[in-house]
């Protein structure tokens, strides 16, 4: 076969050409391991140039796209093939032109410096230009599933990413679940693969239909989506204002009441907790669609991941809202469960939530009962118990929580920490204004572009 390879005799070249396919289709390294050592690729590479030859350019790009897909990718993209992928991608033959577009899709998911390689080669444009209304379904599949492969990860700027999402935005409107899966991953990866990515996004009108989406009957395309409305309400206020004006929170108030996986429903508790840090009125636009009983629930219990963005989410509510949202909050039953974070081992959360209290407190006294003046909601605290959990925080090692929980406990329990005489006395220090600490938002991890055999004939 090798010699056929590299003879001169055309027909040869072809029979063994095939040969070489059809030993891949057994899919093993070990055959992939014979190929590469028998150094054909760069002969493979070669063929795709023949263009007096359409069949055996068909035939040799069909091999590097089935050892694309092995765990030797990185091979293929050094062999010379990338550029003459990309040239084929303009071959008047539509055949090749999917298979050029399968090969450059496998090559620009295995790692970053190949999808780097399939970038430099300038396969955008031409891979934008296989978008056409006569497409068959799965032409249509490939092509979406390599653009969706190319976007994921920092796009260079000479990449423009109007064109793209021109074709994406359409593509979200598919009917079919592997095009819509890859399209919404897509603009997921744009929200932060470029500079002003939620801008982009925004500026595409995508944001309605990925909204809709939510409600849509497969986890595999609700991930995408919600995971892409997650880094959009990680950008600044108008841009959750964005989502909050298309109806995302209603959405999210049924995915957080239902039975969904937990990827799912930490997303959704982000958003909201993004949403509630931005202003008293996205405050609001949480409490009008029903999230914080959800977002409770959640917190008593859930898994451990999820109650920890949940708590995120009710902290951020609590340290922003309104004498009237905090009175909704603590109607909702939120007190007790946010005292319980204060035993979490994250102290950027644990700070966040004593700043939660302290609005809460400070409500409180605006409420205060009875002829005694009593802070309603310090006398809940004190009558459930936790009370204990702030005086275990004035042993943690960290001045920030140390000097919140101090100013706390002199604030509104003063005779309960004088009476106490194991507690040390407190600093003048302690009664410094703490400034607000707000949530560095986590980036939401994402699926993995992935590589695809060619099998069939």
């Known amino acids: ?184 991953w897509a603009v997921c990866y744009i929200c932060d693969g470029v500079s002003d990515g939620i801008q982009h996004v925004l500026g595409a009108g995508a944001c309605p239909q990925l909204v809709n989406l939510l409600m849509h009957g497969s986890v595999n395309i609700i991930l995408p989506v919600i995971t892409a409305l997650a880094r959009i309400s990680s950008g600044d206020d108008a841009h959750v204002q964005v989502l909050v004006e298309n109806g995302t929170l209603n959405c999210l108030a049924q995915l957080l009441a239902r039975n969904y996986p937990k990827s799912i429903k930490k997303q959704a508790c982000l958003i909201v907790s993004n949403i509630a840090t931005s202003s008293k009125d996205q405050i609001q636009a949480v409490i009008d669609a029903d999230v914080i009983s959800p977002l409770i629930f959640l917190l008593k219990s859930s898994e451990a991941d999820i109650k920890q963005e949940a708590a995120w989410a009710l902290s951020n509510a609590a340290s922003g809202g309104s004498s009237d949202q905090i009175q909704y909050l603590v109607s909702r039953g939120c007190l007790e469960p946010l005292c319980n974070v204060l035993t979490y081992q994250d102290a950027d959360l644990v700070c966040a939530c004593l700043e939660g209290l302290q609005n809460i407190l400070e409500a409180g006294e605006a409420g205060k009962q009875g002829q005694e003046g009593l802070n309603p909601y310090a006398q809940f605290i004190l009558e459930c118990g936790c009370l204990d959990k702030l005086e275990d925080l004035q042993e943690v090692d960290d001045d920030t929580i140390y000097k919140l929980v101090m100013k706390l406990l002199e604030s509104y329990w003063e005779e309960e920490v004088s009476d106490d005489p194991d507690l040390p006395a407190a600093s003048n220090d302690s009664a410094e204004t703490v400034e607000t600490v707000s949530e560095d938002a986590a980036q939401p991890t994402h699926e993995q572009p992935s590589a695809r055999a060619n099998e069939t004939e």
């Open 1 to 184: 076969m090798v010699e056929k390879i590299w003879s001169e005799d055309i027909t040869s070249q072809l029979e063994a050409t095939v040969q070489f396919r059809m030993l891949l289709s057994d899919e093993k390294n070990s055959t992939v391991i014979k190929i590469i050592r028998a150094d054909v690729l760069p002969r493979f590479a070669d063929f795709l140039s023949r263009h007096e030859l359409p069949q055996l350019q068909m035939e040799a790009a069909w091999v590097l796209t089935n050892i694309a897909a092995s765990d030797y990718t990185l091979l293929v993209a050094e062999c010379g093939a990338v550029p003459r992928l990309v040239e084929l991608l303009g071959s008047p033959n539509a055949n090749i032109r999917h298979q050029a577009t399968w090969a450059l899709g496998n090559i620009a998911a295995d790692m970053p410096s190949c999808r780097e390689t399939v970038l430099d080669h300038g396969a955008v444009t031409p891979l934008l230009a296989q978008f056409r209304e006569d497409m068959k379904v799965p032409v249509l599949r490939t092509a979406t599933w390599a653009l969706s492969n190319l976007c994921f990860g920092k796009l260079p700027v000479e990449v423009k990413v109007k064109p793209i999402l021109e074709i994406v935005s359409q593509l979200i409107h598919s009917v079919d679940e592997k095009i819509l899966a890859d399209a919404c």
